[in-house]
Nanobody, 126 residues
Framework: QVQLRESGGGLAQAGASLTLSCEVS????????FTWFRQLPGNVRGFVAG????????LVVDSAKGRFTISRDDAKNAIYLQMNSLKPEDSAVYYCAASPKPDRTIVVLERNVRDWGQGTQVTVSS
């Protein structure tokens, strides 16, 4: 089991940028598929972006394509979510999630996640 600690959330105005970080301990980031999910109160967690193990193939939800980028830093053992052109509808608690999966497998469903971070709040004002 890996431990995940998110940071970088906060309050931003519409159009601004935020970068979320996920510090990973207990395993090498290149050995896991990582996913950023987000959750509104009373809702299930929804897929935002994912990156596969090894090759680092990526996938971003349609509503965030061209605005959000997921990346991995093997040297720092961390995962990032760069969020540009933020919109009020991006407001949510963002979670980092890790899953031991083969290369080029991206986890998009909660039920396929093994390890979760504690979440970080992102609030975008209009």
């Amino acid at each position: 089991q890996v431990q995940l600690r998110e940071s970088g959330g906060g309050l931003a105005q519409a159009g601004a940028s935020l970068t979320l970080s996920c510090e990973v301990s207990g395993g090498a980031v290149s050995d896991f598929a990582f996913t950023w999910f987000r959750q509104l109160p009373g809702n299930v967690r929804g897929f935002v972006a994912g990156i596969s193990s090894r090759s680092g193939a990526t996938l971003v939800v349609d509503s965030a394509k061209g605005r959000f980028t997921i990346s991995r830093d093997d040297a720092k053992n961390a995962i990032y979510l760069q969020m540009n052109s933020l919109k009020p509808e991006d407001s949510a608690v963002y979670y980092c999630a890790a899953s031991p999966k083969p290369d080029r497998t991206i986890v998009v469903l909660e039920r396929n996640v093994r390890d979760w971070g504690q979440g970080t709040q992102v609030t975008v004002s209009s």
